[in-house]
Every structure is written in structure tokens, then in C-alpha cells.
């Protein structure tokens, strides 16, 4: 069993910068894909970035590119979104997940794990 715990979120202002970050525990970070998604009131959850086991590809949603950016510290354990340039509709119950596909993935179905997430929210 792996349980995520994400920390970081809070309340932002229009054009700053937040860092989440997720730590895992119950399995070797290395053996799994990572993500995060958010989910704003009323709307469904939607997948943010994901990154490989190795770190060496990534994918990021067309909303956040160039904005955000994800990384993992295999030896910490640990997975980070650094999010720039935040717009209040990046407001929104951000989640860490992991999967253990085979593949890279950006469907929230195909994560086995997720955290209990945290709330991001900013200000215009």
C-alpha cells in the first residue's frame, strides 16, 4: 500500500508561485509513475502533469505548460509541482497520485493511489 501525503498549497496571489510537494511512503518512489490533478468546485478532477519513474519524460496539461513544472527526488521519496505565473483559475483541491502502469499516463483512472490533496487558491 502507498500512501501520499501533499503539503505546500495555500492562498496566492495573482502572479506568484507556490511549490507542492508529496511525499510517499509503503513503496520505493522509483517503481512508480507520479501525478497531480486538481479539481475546482463543481467541475471534475483534471490531470495537471505526470512524470516517469525515472524522470526522464514528462507531461504537462496545455493550461499549465510553461507555467508549471514537475519533478521527483527518487532518493527523498518525494514529488514536487512548482507552479508560476498563478491565475485564479488555477484555484482549485490539487492531488498527488501514483500509478503503476507501464506507461506514462494522463487519465486519472489508470492511478492506484492518491493523497487527500491540498488547496491551492489565488487571489486575483
Known amino acids: 500500500q502507498v500512501q501520499l501525503v501533499e503539503s505546500g498549497g495555500g492562498l496566492v496571489q495573482a502572479g506568484g508561485s507556490a511549490r507542492l510537494s508529496c511525499a510517499a511512503s509503503?513503496?520505493?518512489?522509483?517503481?512508480?509513475?507520479m501525478g497531480w490533478f486538481r479539481q475546482a468546485p463543481g467541475k471534475e478532477r483534471e490531470f495537471v502533469a505526470s512524470?516517469?519513474?525515472?524522470?526522464?519524460?514528462?507531461y504537462y496539461a496545455d493550461s499549465v505548460k510553461g507555467r508549471f513544472t514537475i519533478s521527483r527526488d527518487n532518493a527523498k521519496n518525494t514529488v514536487y509541482l512548482q507552479m508560476n505565473s498563478l491565475k485564479p483559475e488555477d484555484t482549485a483541491v490539487y492531488y498527488c497520485?501514483?500509478?503503476?502502469?507501464?506507461?506514462?499516463?494522463?487519465?486519472?483512472?489508470?492511478?492506484?493511489?492518491w493523497g487527500q490533496g491540498t488547496q491551492v487558491t489565488v487571489s486575483s
Open positions: 509503503g513503496r520505493t518512489l522509483s517503481t512508480l509513475i
Open positions: 497520485a501514483a500509478s503503476t502502469a507501464w506507461s506514462l499516463q494522463r487519465n486519472y483512472n489508470e492511478y492506484d493511489y
Open positions: 512524470i516517469s519513474r525515472s524522470g526522464g519524460t514528462i
